[in-house]
């Protein structure tokens, strides 16, 4: 059920076909579901705006000694007897987000509690982002399946790529990133938690700022078993059979509580969010709360029950 302290087993070329074919099967249906969960949330999402060179008007500030004397506002300056005022135009450049949801083996799981597989919930919100992304004029891109792009129909050609992509990497090369980029990550995070920094912190190296969708089935943060049960590792295979499950409830809760904490912990340290979402309940309430880490108006998220 989960990979937490485990080595992964290498995965074999049929193994890769395999989940290549899986994944090309789901595509066009999670595309559809993208789109309409987008479409619930547009009217909220704007292209993110800063100051520089463009026609529209952004904001009057102080003038500071040594700017070009032709950006002073001499009417706002007139008004005030203390301070010369500068306008500051807005420049609304296309930005580069970096979208990846992880195909590892473990993202498969769904349990009877869960409506969708941890897969694809992470893939409908990553195709959901591209999509709102794209209507704003943002570049987007995959790492490690494509160059940055900027198309009105970016979900649709982002999906193309994954469904014809028979060996999507299991952990892409991020150095491509550079500063001042977005990256969206979409995994179960169960990999042990210094894999994880270790992978990720080329991004903080790089200045690059991190948005972590932890996708979570209800069962594996709750525990519900009792009695004798097989547990079975997607990852390397390996069985182990409790005789009374039951027992093994309060430890597990808390090592898989731990380790989500360490990465939260983590990721705010780096200024980076980190949100949460259950399996069980609406991608759309996920969505919100990323619109909201790429805008800029939260830092640290952390998803309660979303």
Request: hydrophobic share 40%; glycine share 6%.
């Amino acid at each position: 059920m989960a990979r937490i302290g485990e080595a992964a087993a290498p995965v074999t070329a049929r193994d890769a076909l395999a989940r290549g074919r899986l994944r090309a099967s789901l595509i066009p249906d999670l595309l559809v579901e993208a789109r309409r969960i987008a479409n619930t949330v547009i009217s909220g999402w704007h292209g993110r705006r800063k100051k520089g060179v463009g026609e529209n008007f952004w904001q009057f500030r102080p003038y500071v000694e040594g700017e070009a004397i032709a950006r002073i506002d001499w009417r706002r300056s007139a008004r005030d007897d203390q301070h010369t005022y500068v306008r500051d135009r807005e420049w609304e450049a296309a930005h580069t987000v970096w979208l990846w949801a992880d195909p590892s083996p473990s993202m498969l799981y769904k349990s009877a509690q869960a409506s969708v597989s941890k897969e694809s919930r992470a893939l409908v919100l990553v195709l959901a982002l591209a999509e709102l992304l794209s209507r704003s004029g943002e570049r987007i891109a995959w790492p490690g399946l494509s160059d940055p792009f900027t198309a009105r129909n970016g979900a649709e050609r982002l999906a193309a790529i994954l469904a014809q992509a028979n060996d999507v990497p299991s952990r892409p090369e991020l150095l491509s990133v550079r500063r001042f980029s977005d990256v969206v990550i979409a995994s179960d995070f169960l990999d042990p938690v210094e894999e994880t920094m270790e992978w990720l912190d080329v991004l903080a190296r790089h200045g690059v700022r991190a948005h972590l969708i932890e996708v979570a089935d209800p069962a594996e943060e709750t525990f519900p078993y009792a009695g004798r049960t097989e547990f079975v590792d997607p990852e390397t295979r390996q069985k182990v059979t409790a005789g009374r499950a039951e027992t093994f409830g309060d430890e597990y809760r808390r090592l898989y509580l731990a380790r989500r904490e360490t990465l939260i912990s983590w990721s705010t340290r780096l200024g980076w969010s980190y949100t949460v979402s259950h399996t069980d309940r609406l991608a759309s309430e996920l969505l919100v709360r990323v619109h909201m880490a790429l805008s800029g108006n939260a830092g640290h998220i952390a998803g309660g029950r979303g």
